[in-house]
């Protein structure tokens, strides 16, 4: 069974989540704010994460975070907060997706469907990706910039591969989100736009020159070989 953390303030909303996701066949954990969240995380080891970005104690952006610096773990943040802003600062602490409230059940079903999916695939590698000073083994999940081992939640380990393979061509937004997001992705690109932008901080020397991630103004992304 899936063990699923579930962190939410509201009592109402968190019950009803409660409720829809253990009909779904979710072991749920439930946490009311941002400490009891990190103690259940530590001793509970969810296979996914529902977590709010406005709780009490700690905030969801702190938990995100905390969760970031030992696991892989999916990560969707829920946001009240529509505006652009809260949305990047969420996933720029480490989050894998976002949803907004409202939202709909079947859609966030869908979501947790696909990133649970896309953690677990563990597709067979018999050498390691190498491409502009970056190594890739995929099947240790392992990263090496210059020799110097990064950590990478799933998403960013994903589009990092995705490019690596592809080294040399260009990859539209929407060949990139329909390949590590899927085709049944319901976000924007912003989601795309932020995780690019982890992702040349953790491998290029100076992020706002990128040499190995490259924009091609129009069309998309190029790694460079």
């Not at 509970?44 to 702190?62: K, Y």
């Not at 090496?144 to 539209?172: I, Q």
Request: hydrophobic share 40%; charged share 30%.
């Amino acid at each position: 069974m899936t063990r699923l953390l579930l962190v939410e303030d509201s009592e109402d909303v968190r019950e009803t989540l409660a409720y829809l996701l253990t009909r779904e066949g979710y072991e749920v954990v439930k946490a009311a704010d941002g400490t009891k969240a990190l103690e259940s995380f530590a001793h509970r080891t969810p296979d996914i994460v529902l977590l709010d970005l406005m709780i009490p104690e700690v905030s969801g952006i702190e938990v995100c975070r905390r969760i970031r610096t030992t696991s892989d773990v999916p990560i969707i943040m829920l946001t009240a907060k529509a505006g652009e802003a809260n949305v990047v600062v969420g996933l720029e602490s480490g989050a894998d997706d976002y949803m907004t409230k409202p939202f709909s059940v079947p859609e966030l079903l869908a979501r947790l469907r696909s990133l649970l999916r896309r953690h677990r695939a563990v597709e067979p590698s018999g050498m390691a990706l190498v491409a502009g000073g970056v190594e890739m083994d995929v099947e240790r999940h392992r990263v090496e910039v210059d020799g110097r081992a990064v950590e990478m939640p799933l998403r960013e380990f994903e589009l990092l591969e995705l490019l690596m393979r592809n080294a040399g061509r260009v990859l539209t937004r929407h060949q990139i989100i329909e390949r590590v997001w899927g085709a049944d992705y319901f976000g924007d690109t912003k989601t795309l736009d932020v995780h690019v932008r982890r992702l040349r901080a953790k491998i290029e020397a100076d992020p706002a020159d990128p040499q190995r991630l490259v924009t091609v103004r129009g069309l998309g992304y190029r790694f460079h070989e």
